[in-house]
């Protein structure tokens, strides 16, 4: 017992030095640059552990700015190369014999803004941190997320993909023409979107959709977890299809049935010109003007 007690506050002992050590061999680190647009085809972002803040700018150079914290090198590189500017976050790890520790997250944020006039491509990679885009617009944005939340207001482009597989993804006020959502692990939620061309595909997760407008496909997949799904206005040409093996509910004016099964049901309303699908192996399913 001696031993197990001298041995738990020699590792407290070491704990203390090694985040004392930590502390104070870390220091702020500030970075920022401005790039003409004209020259960026593809902004990418790879990020280790910092949150990314996209923000629309207010000149018409995209300015990108970094602030955190650092050790010896610094934690933030950009760099353009050609048509592609590339800002990349590497978490650094202490060295010697504290290079097995880890007390607490090395935090930042980089921030990056665009003019209204847009960009061709952003592409963002990220390990674990947020990620915040609000009044931007590109042609296409590609979000990869291993861990953290998204949050997405007020975006416009032509096609929009974003990837979570652990943490929460939301998606506001924006409008594209082609939108795909996939989450393993988090809830998916999405308001006052406008597109065509909509497609969720969730593991583990309710899903919810409120005020979208109708558009040619609505596909909401998942194993796991409620969907729901409310319309700004009234759909006029619509044909729905739901399944599941919990409730489902169709409240949809002008709905014609066609198929009013209890794990089943199908109709039109209209014409049936534009298709909602959506499937949960276990979850409840509800539609409503």
């Known amino acids: 017992m001696k031993k197990i007690i001298a041995t738990t506050v020699l590792?407290?002992?070491?704990?203390?030095?090694?985040?004392?050590?930590?502390?104070?061999?870390?220091?702020?680190?500030k970075k920022n640059a401005s790039y003409n647009v004209e020259n960026i085809d593809t902004l990418k972002v790879y990020t280790d552990s910092w949150d990314v803040k996209f923000k629309k700018s207010n000149s018409n150079k995209a300015?990108?700015?970094?602030?955190?914290k650092q050790k010896d090198k610094a934690p933030v590189t950009f760099q353009q190369n050609g048509g592609?500017?590339?800002?990349?976050?590497?978490?650094?790890k202490n060295s010697g014999f504290f290079g097995g520790f880890t007390f607490g997250k090395q935090?930042?944020?980089?921030?990056?803004?665009?003019p209204d006039s847009g960009m061709n491509n952003i592409e963002i990679t990220n390990k674990d941190g947020n990620i915040q885009l609000s009044e931007i617009s590109a042609e296409n944005i590609v979000v990869d997320n291993n861990s953290g939340d998204e949050k997405i207001n007020n975006v416009s482009a032509h096609t929009g993909k974003f990837a979570s597989k652990d943490g929460s993804l939301s998606v506001e006020n924006s409008s594209f023409?082609?939108?795909?959502?996939?989450?393993?692990?988090?809830?998916?939620?999405?308001?006052?979107?406008?597109?065509?061309?909509?497609?969720?595909?969730?593991?583990?997760?309710t899903v919810s959709i409120k005020d979208i407008t109708e558009g040619k496909s609505l596909s909401v997949n998942t194993k796991s977890g409620d969907i729901g799904v409310s319309y700004k206005k009234p759909p006029t040409s619509l044909a729905v299809f739901a399944q599941s093996n919990s409730d489902i509910t169709l409240d949809l004016d002008g709905l014609n049935k066609s198929h009013d099964g209890v794990k089943l049901k199908k109709g039109e309303i209209g014409a049936g010109s534009n298709k909602v699908s959506l499937s949960s192996e276990d979850g409840s399913i509800k539609v409503i003007n």
Request: charged share 20%.
């Open 11 to 29: 590792l407290i002992v070491i704990g203390g030095i090694a985040l004392s050590f930590n502390l104070l061999n870390t220091k702020n680190f």
């Open 63 to 68: 300015t990108i700015s970094a602030e955190g």
């Open 84 to 92: 592609d500017l590339v800002i990349s976050q590497k978490a650094q």
């Open 107 to 114: 935090g930042g944020t980089i921030y990056i803004n665009v």
């Open 177 to 205: 023409e082609k939108l795909n959502m996939t989450s393993t692990s988090g809830d998916n939620s999405m308001k006052d979107i406008d597109s065509s061309n909509v497609k969720v595909t969730s593991k583990d997760g």
